[in-house]
């Protein structure tokens, strides 16, 4: 509803959006969690586990400065290329799975675009500080703006803000897919999986990709409602 020349926190149709968008990664968020479940019952016919994979596609690719290492948690796996480590979780680390494996090479793919220069991922990093401070502050200037009568100037500055999540979401899609891509690759080609492995180990990191991609539908979302609602409005 609008109130006092602005948008007062009640409800109006534009909150479908945000609904929408948590529906979205929800379910996405159930289809990751029920497909690794799955096949991390599958255990491989190599037997060795996530983090010898991970060790012997690293030194594969020529790679000999990540470190691997066990962190807690479940799926919280992860590669950081400011300290060169690979991050393995409880449910990976000594896991022989046909889904730890995947998750494991998922992450290596990192490491090696890392050490390619691969510029989605040297973009996405790149602008992390920018859209940490963006969704940090995006918020605070919105309500400051609603408070203050409706300020344009500061609502659609913390609009442009949030934006930055968006550009994010959509920059990590590529980087996303590409080291499933390659992960694959490497597992099939290095016979660390079987073929018929392949196949689950592919479903396990489908369903996590199709997680970046309801994040960014969910951001998308969420910027279109900041537009419909701010988007046309004025300065009193």
């Given at each position: ?194 073929d018929d492995e392949i196949s689950g180990a592919r479903k396990v ?32």
């Amino acid at each position: 509803m609008y109130y006092g020349g602005y948008y007062g926190m009640y409800w109006d149709p534009t909150y479908i959006l945000v609904i929408i968008g948590m529906v979205i990664c929800l379910l996405a968020s159930a289809r990751v969690k029920s497909t690794y479940t799955k096949f991390n019952r599958v255990r491989s016919h190599s037997g060795i586990t996530a983090a010898e994979a991970a060790e012997k596609i690293l030194h594969g690719a020529g790679i000999y400065d990540v470190e691997i290492r066990h962190i807690s948690g479940d799926l919280t796996d992860n590669y950081d290329p400011s300290n060169r480590v690979l991050n393995l979780s409880d449910a990976t680390f000594r896991s022989s799975s046909v889904a730890a494996i995947g998750v494991a090479a998922h992450e290596c793919g990192h490491a090696i675009q890392d050490a390619e220069s691969y510029a989605p991922l040297k973009i996405r990093g790149a602008i992390v500080p920018v859209v940490n401070f963006g969704a940090t502050i995006s918020w605070p200037l919105i309500l400051i703006g609603i408070v203050l009568g409706g300020s344009r100037t500061l609502i659609m500055l913390g609009v442009l803000l949030f934006s930055l999540t968006v550009i994010f979401q959509l920059v990590t899609l590529p980087v996303e897919f590409n080291a499933s891509s390659r992960a694959l690759k490497i597992l099939g080609n290095s016979h660390i999986l079987y073929d018929d492995e392949i196949s689950g180990a592919r479903k396990v990191l489908t369903a996590a990709a199709l997680t970046y991609v309801a994040a960014a539908a969910s951001s998308i979302l969420q910027l279109l409602r900041l537009l419909l609602l701010f988007g046309g409005r004025r300065d009193d």
